[in-house]
């Protein structure tokens, strides 16, 4: 044996994958922490485009938030030059948050500790007591200012919408996206002013990746959510369709709803859903009382992107979901809604009206958020074995139908060249 | 200075508390929305949205109706993890309504929640900013409900209505 094919038989037998391709997926993924440390240093701070924020929260100058890319946590600012920028949020002096709110406007960032004042463009300016006092202590004779800023990070804007990258992605937004998301993204992301409309967050006690499956995997949809699918709003007999990029790391799932009298009335599809009502009437129908808004007719349009970002389109409720990994059982979900400047009274109520549909409250999310405890909780009181995710063959092609798991496949074949390279 | 409360209607305020507090936390949740006129509105939101003058509820029932159709699809069309929720309300405070016939109230809530095999958390706190009135029975009852939740941070799921 070669030492090359050596290496080769190490890494196999060293694979916690019990399959050649994605679709049997070790539950050992899901709890062990030396795994989820792996993720940190190769996903959320690796080379990849994190979502970070929209630029319709910071518009003026000195308008700051804070989040994280991954665990570390960062300022997103809009600087007095107009330049968007991402500065890690600690101390170049003794590591501490230098800023503590959500969001704001400010002039500088003073840390509380010993004063350190930073410029919205994160340079140091001012670090009290460094020429001493009275001739006694301060900083060394080569001590300068400009070594001791706040770390920023790469940045990227697109229809905007901020990312930013603690590594080097080396490829730009549009190329990291691909043409075949970029049509996706740029249909919510046209380049009208948008208007954020609130945050929501919530902490859900599971692993990360199990946000991006649930996204993912339009088969629950059609099953779990009876809400969506008593209202026709996302069914399995509804036309639809997954798809991937060219590295299997984002996709998009859409789907085009039926219309109401057809969404009600029985058929062969409705009888495999147990969860089927065709009894359900809603008392204040103004909670779907949707417009066409967007070109085609698509009326569901959830994308996901590597490694944190889920956009939803769902009737007239838009939102990005900021995935925040805490620890291999807990994850935040940032979700932040938005309609347009341009927006009149009635769709800014409507969309409103919408998000009942959404959030940790949402007729609809609130089933995934259970279901993602229900599934961390099984997986954690036993981590040996896989789970199998067959649904629509064992490929990671795209499909014109949702009664598939290929695009959760797809990401797993990505992510394990990720993180076994 | 505000008209002074009469104890009288300072008590049927302590009870209607009480029923919302007993219903949401006893059931039947049915008659949950028995508590609201027929105009009455709930909002729950998060101080972050109202400090950022941002208009986004976690729950947005504008009628009773609405408040009819969260219950049904709570108890109808939700899959949730079985839970017991315990309403805490104090320091209630009952002023006049500036701009109608009827009262302000304002009020502390603390809900605990308890999950199985897991011991009993604090699921959110906060304030109720209320408005009530009395109904065509001459009944208390809202016409505004909005729960304001301290943390901006919902503990996984909101299910039963704060």
């Given at each position: 044996?070669?030492?090359?094919?050596?290496?080769?038989?190490?890494?196999?037998?060293?694979?916690?994958?019990?399959?050649?391709?994605?679709?049997?997926?070790?539950?050992?993924?899901?709890?062990?922490?030396?795994?989820?440390?792996?993720?940190?240093d190769?996903?959320?701070?690796?080379p990849?485009?994190?979502?970070?924020?929209?630029?319709?929260?910071?518009?003026?100058?000195?308008?700051?938030?804070?989040?994280?890319?991954?665990?570390?946590?960062?300022?997103?600012?809009?600087?007095?030059d107009?330049?968007?920028?991402?500065?890690?949020?600690?101390?170049?002096?003794?590591?501490?948050?230098?800023?503590?709110?959500?969001?704001?406007?400010?002039?500088?960032?003073?840390?509380?500790?010993?004063?350190?004042?930073?410029?919205?463009?994160?340079?140091?300016?001012?670090?009290?007591?460094?020429?001493?006092?009275?001739?006694?202590?301060?900083?060394?004779?080569?001590?300068?200012?400009?070594?001791?800023?706040?770390?920023?990070?790469?940045?990227?804007?697109?229809?905007?919408?901020?990312?930013?990258?603690?590594?080097?992605?080396?490829?730009?937004?549009?190329?990291?996206?691909?043409?075949?998301?970029?049509?996706?993204?740029?249909?919510v992301?046209?380049?009208?002013?948008?208007?954020?409309?609130?945050?929501s967050?919530?902490?859900?006690?599971?692993?990360?990746?199990?946000?991006?499956?649930?996204?993912?995997?339009?088969?629950?949809?059609?099953?779990?959510?009876?809400?969506?699918?008593?209202?026709?709003?996302?069914?399995?007999?509804?036309?639809?369709?997954?798809?991937?990029?060219?590295?299997?790391?984002?996709?998009?799932?859409?789907?085009?709803?039926?219309?109401?009298?057809?969404?009600?009335?029985?058929?062969?599809?409705?009888?495999?859903?147990?969860?089927?009502?065709?009894?359900?009437?809603?008392?204040?129908?103004?909670?779907?009382?949707?417009?066409?808004?967007?070109?085609?007719?698509?009326?569901?349009?959830?994308?996901?992107?590597?490694?944190?970002?889920?956009v939803?389109?769902?009737?007239?409720?838009?939102?990005?979901?900021?995935?925040?990994?805490?620890?291999?059982?807990?994850?935040?979900?940032?979700?932040?809604?938005?309609?347009?400047?341009?927006?009149?009274?009635?769709?800014?109520?409507?969309?409103?009206?919408?998000?009942?549909?959404?959030?940790?409250?949402?007729?609809?999310?609130?089933?995934?958020?259970?279901?993602?405890?229900?599934?961390?909780?099984?997986?954690?009181?036993?981590?040996?074995?896989?789970?199998?995710?067959?649904?629509?063959?064992?490929g990671?092609?795209?499909?014109?139908?949702?009664?598939?798991?290929?695009?959760?496949?797809?990401?797993?074949?990505?992510?394990?060249q990720?993180?076994?390279? | 200075m505000?008209a002074?409360?009469?104890?009288?209607?300072?008590?049927e305020?302590?009870?209607?508390?009480?029923?919302?507090?007993?219903?949401?936390?006893?059931?039947?949740?049915?008659?949950?929305?028995?508590?609201?006129?027929?105009?009455?509105?709930?909002?729950?939101?998060?101080?972050?949205?109202?400090?950022?003058?941002?208009?986004?509820?976690?729950?947005?029932?504008?009628?009773?109706?609405?408040?009819?159709?969260?219950?049904?699809?709570?108890?109808?069309?939700?899959?949730?993890?079985?839970r017991?929720?315990?309403?805490?309300?104090?320091?209630?405070?009952?002023?006049?309504?500036?701009?109608?016939?009827?009262?302000?109230?304002?009020?502390?809530?603390?809900?605990?929640e308890?999950?199985?095999?897991?011991?009993?958390r604090?699921?959110?706190t906060?304030?109720?900013?209320?408005?009530?009135?009395?109904?065509?029975?001459?009944?208390?009852?809202?016409v505004?409900?909005?729960?304001?939740?301290?943390?901006?941070?919902?503990?996984?799921?909101?299910?039963?209505?704060?």
């Amino acid at each position: 044996m070669s030492a090359e094919e050596m290496a080769a038989a190490v890494k196999a037998s060293d694979s916690i994958w019990s399959v050649e391709g994605a679709h049997r997926v070790p539950y050992r993924l899901y709890t062990d922490a030396e795994i989820y440390r792996r993720e940190l240093d190769r996903i959320f701070h690796g080379p990849y485009w994190s979502f970070v924020g929209l630029e319709a929260e910071i518009p003026n100058a000195g308008d700051f938030l804070t989040t994280r890319v991954g665990e570390s946590s960062v300022i997103v600012v809009h600087g007095s030059d107009g330049v968007i920028r991402v500065l890690q949020n600690k101390c170049a002096h003794r590591g501490l948050e230098v800023c503590k709110r959500s969001h704001g406007s400010v002039k500088s960032f003073q840390c509380p500790y010993h004063q350190w004042r930073y410029g919205l463009n994160g340079r140091l300016l001012g670090a009290p007591m460094s020429k001493g006092v009275n001739g006694q202590g301060g900083m060394p004779e080569d001590f300068k200012r400009r070594d001791h800023g706040l770390n920023a990070l790469r940045v990227a804007t697109r229809g905007g919408v901020i990312f930013a990258s603690l590594d080097d992605p080396a490829q730009s937004l549009e190329d990291y996206l691909g043409p075949k998301m970029i049509r996706w993204f740029d249909r919510v992301f046209d380049g009208r002013r948008l208007r954020v409309i609130g945050t929501s967050r919530q902490r859900i006690p599971a692993n990360w990746k199990l946000m991006f499956e649930n996204i993912k995997d339009p088969y629950h949809a059609s099953l779990l959510h009876v809400f969506l699918v008593s209202f026709g709003l996302f069914r399995a007999d509804n036309p639809s369709a997954t798809e991937m990029d060219e590295t299997g790391r984002h996709s998009v799932l859409t789907s085009c709803r039926s219309d109401a009298k057809e969404a009600s009335t029985p058929n062969r599809a409705t009888a495999e859903m147990a969860s089927f009502r065709e009894d359900l009437k809603l008392k204040d129908e103004k909670l779907l009382d949707i417009v066409k808004e967007f070109d085609g007719s698509e009326t569901v349009v959830m994308q996901t992107i590597w490694p944190n970002l889920i956009v939803q389109q769902q009737a007239n409720t838009l939102a990005t979901r900021q995935i925040v990994p805490r620890a291999p059982d807990s994850f935040d979900l940032i979700w932040t809604f938005f309609g347009y400047a341009d927006d009149d009274d009635a769709m800014c109520a409507r969309r409103l009206r919408h998000a009942n549909l959404m959030g940790p409250a949402g007729f609809v999310s609130m089933d995934d958020s259970e279901v993602m405890d229900a599934a961390q909780r099984g997986i954690a009181a036993d981590s040996s074995g896989d789970a199998v995710v067959e649904m629509g063959g064992r490929g990671t092609e795209d499909q014109d139908h949702i009664v598939t798991e290929t695009a959760i496949r797809a990401f797993y074949a990505y992510y394990r060249q990720v993180m076994e390279s | 200075m505000s008209a002074k409360i009469p104890l009288g209607l300072r008590a049927e305020v302590d009870d209607l508390y009480a029923r919302y507090a007993t219903i949401l936390d006893e059931g039947p949740l049915g008659s949950w929305s028995s508590l609201f006129r027929v105009d009455g509105s709930y909002r729950v939101i998060t101080r972050e949205n109202l400090d950022r003058g941002l208009p986004l509820a976690l729950i947005l029932c504008e009628s009773r109706a609405a408040i009819e159709d969260r219950t049904y699809a709570i108890e109808n069309t939700t899959f949730a993890l079985p839970r017991q929720t315990r309403h805490l309300i104090t320091n209630l405070v009952t002023t006049e309504a500036e701009k109608s016939d009827g009262w302000r109230v304002e009020a502390n809530f603390a809900v605990f929640e308890s999950l199985e095999e897991r011991p009993t958390r604090c699921h959110s706190t906060g304030r109720y900013r209320d408005i009530l009135a009395r109904d065509d029975d001459g009944d208390l009852c809202f016409v505004e409900k909005v729960c304001v939740c301290d943390s901006p941070l919902v503990p996984n799921s909101l299910i039963i209505p704060l």
